[in-house]
DNA sequence: CTGTTAGCGCCTTCAA
DNA sequence: TTGAAGGCGCTAACAG
């Protein structure tokens, strides 16, 4: 059966030998004009080009993929798709994966740390490499994952004891830093709204707010979580050891927490004050503004990518220090009430 | 050379012939069991299985998609990645395609219709289907990218003269209770600042906005776009026309739109009153709380993914009803201040 | 510089 | 129920 030549995207991809015969040329040769790797006479490869045009060929991907071993893909891995912070660190690194001719496969892993382990297994069957962004599963589930593929790189987890990739903000100083700001105001009875147990960036901000009783300001631990329902849900809790100020363990938390001292009447910073981290886009507009922690998301996402880059070109990449983060002093934070 | 059988995951992917050979039996049983899709004797079946865990073997995604010419994934173009408007979009449809076995290539527009051409071609090498978020490309692209691929869905943009299957709000009656909402606050004149002008739902938005002169409410157009710089940026032409309220086209632009009304000086609603669209997240948290329109973004998702199923099944979808949005009245809009 | 050919890993008839 | 074998579309030697 003769195969059809038919027209540019009409049922069934365009192969390369569909382009091959309309050239007049083998495949091989039509291989080469497309990945520009060998050299052809110049007037083949003007021959292929426009037969390639006229047909709209494109390569297939996964023929690709199977022939060299490279996907020119990799995937993602974040704990929630629908939180803002995530989002810039996501651009950023897809502009420069795009940029080296690699495309992001996105896996939302719903907060749930074994889904984050499955994901990761599922995504190695077709991607070249992995980036976890803010994991909270095990270090055991972490050694095997870099067990079994040749490019994991982490994003705000420097755990000890695992030797992968990573790059990450000066949690604890940061939040020292927060500290030291009430501190200063006049604080010293406060409440922290925590972040996810299993968070490398939660327990180290958690690391510093207890560090901060050391001068003098003593923090009540509530359990939160990353969410603006869990700020909200965990004012109440935070309330009860009557702090002049509640810390939040991310601006989203902190979302959560206005919502409900508005509702229980309660002012901003009139009657206590609040503070958020990673000054995502939206904490300026807040009411009142956010106090808050400002991360360099953007270089998160581009260094991530550098790391992964350098793990596909086989190098060891050195270690990448501990990227620095500077506290926003905005409307939400003032001296406590004095009675 | 013979074959090293090596154990799970050191150097080079575990193929189904390691899995095979452990298994002692053919591939084709080894390919059979994993696909569940023929009756394999019991006990093979189990062999198979326990040889495949101990190797930690993973179909390789590139070899399927070849073989059997489906490689479920689904591309997803958005205009910009770091606009929270699509997360829930992206987060529900993806939800939605997990579970059934698919997987979301995401590609990021920057903004630049020419760029979604681009990347739809781009994507189709290794996708099975494609969807469109918001697309600003011409009429004549879209076609285009409709004849290059069995399945296109088109998510906000419902023009007329392209036959894709589309789920969007009613932008034109939403933004029309907008308006009504702020005539019957007693507004006369009012600025609106537009959307990208090659967005369908702007343009709808727009005729919302023309249409209510019919009503005597007047609104002078300005150009702004969908960020919040693009609001920020529009405010000061906005207020040449005195107007005591401007519209915006998404919440984004509303939110830049209030930073600069709080520089100079403006009170919202005082002085004057503003409207968002969309209803994000942070919406209720503005500095006052945001009067919008809310759009069921979840939705908006999971249908899209339904379109993607059912066109991937080869049916022709029946086209489906615009969805509706409705009013959320907050604090930022109230009386025009009369003098 | 160009063509032929042997796989890449898997699925899927076709026989047994 | 099982195995053998031919492709899927492409790349990469290897000849010429």
């Known amino acids: 059966m003769p195969r059809a030549s038919s027209p540019a995207g009409r049922k069934g991809r365009v192969t390369i030998h569909q382009v091959a015969d309309a050239a007049g040329v083998s495949i091989a040769t039509v291989s080469r004009v497309m990945s520009r790797t060998e050299s052809v006479s ?51 690194m897809n502009a420069s994966a795009v940029a080296d001719g690699y495309r992001m496969l996105i896996a939302d892993a719903n907060e749930d740390p074994s889904e984050e382990v499955t994901l990761g297994r599922e995504l190695l069957r077709q991607v070249d490499a992995l980036v976890l962004v803010s994991p909270r599963m095990s270090v055991e589930a972490l050694r095997e994952l870099e067990h079994e593929s040749p490019a994991v790189v982490l994003v705000n987890r420097a755990s000890i ?48 707010i207890n560090q901060a ?36 363990f991310s601006d989203l938390v902190a979302f959560g927490a206005l919502a409900r001292l508005h509702e229980l009447g309660l002012q901003v910073p ?16 807040a009411k009142p503004a956010l106090t808050t922690v400002a991360t360099p998301l953007q ?5 991530a990518w550098q790391l992964v880059a350098s793990l596909l070109r086989h190098e060891r990449p ?16 003032g001296a406590p009430r004095t009675e």
């Open 42 to 92: 110049p007037e083949l490869a003007e021959r292929v080009r426009q037969a390639a045009a006229a047909l709209g060929y494109q390569p297939s991907a996964a023929a690709q993929g199977l022939a060299t071993g490279v996907n020119r893909t990799v995937g993602v891995i974040v704990p929630n798709l629908a939180n803002p912070y995530f989002y810039d660190i996501i651009k950023a």
């Open 161 to 208: 004891g695992v030797g992968l990739p990573t790059i990450s903000i000066e949690n604890l100083g940061a939040m020292l830093e927060v500290a030291g700001h009430l501190a200063k105001l006049g604080h010293r009875g406060i409440a922290y709204l925590a972040g996810p147990a299993q968070s490398w960036q939660a327990q180290e901000r958690l690391r510093a």
């Open 213 to 248: 009783a050391a001068f003098g300001l003593h923090a009540a631990i509530v359990p939160a979580g990353a969410t603006i329902a869990a700020g909200y849900a965990a004012v109440d809790a935070a309330l009860g050891s009557d702090p002049t100020a509640l810390v939040c």
């Open 270 to 285: 009139g009657d206590i004050s609040l503070t958020g981290f990673d000054d995502i886009a939206f904490a300026r507009y």
């Open 299 to 303: 270089e998160i996402g581009s260094k």
């Open 318 to 333: 050195a270690p990448l220090p501990l990227l620095p983060a500077r506290l926003i002093i905005r409307e939400s934070t």
